[in-house]
């Protein structure tokens, strides 16, 4: 089974948007445009797809519509993102996730699908990826232990997406 693109978890709260909004277990992956302006949504079967969804896309492709082109087999629904999450996506983009809007890691913590308990208690319940938005220190600390490592208080908590994760449209 394929390992979701952290762009599923960053990229499709940005335009409203989760992995569950596709149909129970239709959805396959996420990708996004280079440029930053499409998300590029992998489904296993478009019928399952709700018509809101459907008619929310900018841009439908159908039976392996984009295979040939850049290798994401299936149906694949295109959206465009907005541009006021420009910043927040250039950010997304270098791994510079604790640099991103308020707004936008509001929008990721709720629309993520990712655990998320806003919580001051010393463990650690939330998704480590939603974790990273704001450099936990109980992510720090978990790192430091599991990696026997210091990490300096300047460094991001995850790695920055995979150059997969992106095609050139």
Same mark, same amino acid.
């Given at each position: 089974?394929? @390992?979701? $693109?952290?762009?599923?978890?960053?990229?499709?709260?940005?335009?409203?948007?989760?992995?569950?909004?596709? +149909?129970? +277990?239709?959805?396959?992956?996420?990708?996004?445009?280079?440029?930053?302006?499409?998300?590029f949504v992998q489904v296993?079967?478009? @019928?399952?797809?709700?018509?809101?969804?459907?008619?929310?896309?900018?841009?439908?492709?159908?039976?392996?519509?984009?295979?040939?082109?850049?290798?994401?087999?299936?149906?694949?629904?295109?959206?465009?993102?907005?541009?006021?999450?420009?910043?927040?996506?250039?950010?997304?983009? @270098? +791994?510079?996730?604790?640099?991103?809007?308020?707004?936008?890691?509001?929008?990721?913590?709720?629309?993520?699908?990712? @655990?998320?308990?806003?919580?001051?208690?010393?463990?650690?319940?939330?998704?480590?990826?939603?974790?990273?938005?704001?450099?936990?220190?109980?992510?720090?600390?978990y790192l430091e232990e599991?990696?026997?490592? $210091?990490?300096?208080?300047?460094?991001?908590?995850?790695?920055?997406p995979a150059k997969e994760?992106?095609?050139?449209?």
């Open positions: 089974m394929k @390992k979701e $693109h952290l762009c599923t978890f960053f990229v499709l709260p940005l335009i409203g948007l989760s992995r569950f909004n596709f +149909g129970e +277990g239709n959805f396959a992956n996420c990708y996004v445009s280079e440029d930053l302006s499409k998300v296993h079967d478009i @019928k399952v797809v709700p018509m809101e969804i459907k008619f929310t896309c900018t841009t439908l492709h159908v039976k392996d519509g984009l295979k040939e082109k850049y290798g994401i087999p299936g149906a694949v629904l295109e959206f465009t993102i907005p541009e006021l999450w420009n910043r927040d996506l250039q950010l997304f983009q @270098k +791994g510079l996730y604790s640099k991103m809007s308020p707004h936008a890691k509001d929008l990721i913590k709720k629309l993520s699908g990712l @655990k998320y308990e806003d919580t001051k208690l010393d463990k650690m319940v939330t998704d480590y990826r939603l974790l990273a938005l704001d450099k936990s220190p109980y992510l720090r600390e599991a990696l026997s490592v $210091h990490l300096t208080p300047d460094l991001e908590l995850m790695e920055p994760q992106f095609i050139v449209v």
